[in-house]
């Protein structure tokens, strides 16, 4: 066998073992998001409820209860787990992990989450689509829309909704 024949032979072999490797991990995480796909699947038609919850996640859910129904984060921060499928986090309290606040989206890149609300409000929604299904906000200006009563805090970029936050609100809570 001449050089460039053994040469040849082996660039072979190791594009074979490439494909071969790039195809077993393909299917390796084909069969573990599967379950979480399911799961996901069955959480988009589970809506956006203001002061209760995102998809599967609610306000009062343990930390293993998030978990179950969103995997493992991607970022684990104190207090605050993020995911990046579906866009969002989950804040706990300080003192038990318990969820307190729900966040969705964060921009332009980030909007990967199939939940609305029941009138159709979620990532996307112009500030009239928002209005139209829940009336004034207790607080707005240009990039901004606060429903304190509702338990739901509107960021806007583009005129559209880009993030939202579900948690309830302190009655007394100080608006600025």
Not at 13 to 32: E, H, P
Not at 63 to 82: H, S
Not at 167 to 176: I, L, S
Request: aromatic fraction near 8%; proline fraction near 6%; glycine fraction near 10%.
């Amino acid at each position: 066998m001449s050089f460039m024949t053994r040469g040849r032979a082996a660039s072979m072999f190791l594009i074979t073992v490439l494909i071969a490797v790039v195809v077993g991990v393909g299917r390796m995480v084909r069969k573990q998001s599967a379950p979480r796909r399911a799961v996901m699947q069955a959480a988009a038609r589970l809506p956006v409820v203001p002061g209760e919850a995102i998809g599967p996640v609610k306000l009062g859910m343990s930390e293993d209860q998030v978990r179950e129904v969103l995997g493992r984060p991607k970022v684990l921060v104190p207090r605050t787990w993020t995911y990046d499928e579906p866009d969002m986090a989950v804040m706990f309290a300080k003192d038990s992990p318990i969820v307190v606040a729900i966040f969705a989206g964060g921009g332009p890149l980030r909007t990967r989450l199939p939940w609305r609300s029941a009138e159709g409000i979620g990532l996307g929604s112009t500030r009239e689509q928002v209005k139209a299904a829940w009336g004034e906000p207790e607080k707005e200006n240009d990039t901004h829309m606060l429903y304190l009563s509702r338990g739901i805090d509107i960021l806007f970029g583009g005129g559209k909704v880009e993030w939202f936050c579900v948690r309830r609100f302190a009655a007394t809570r100080a608006v600025e």
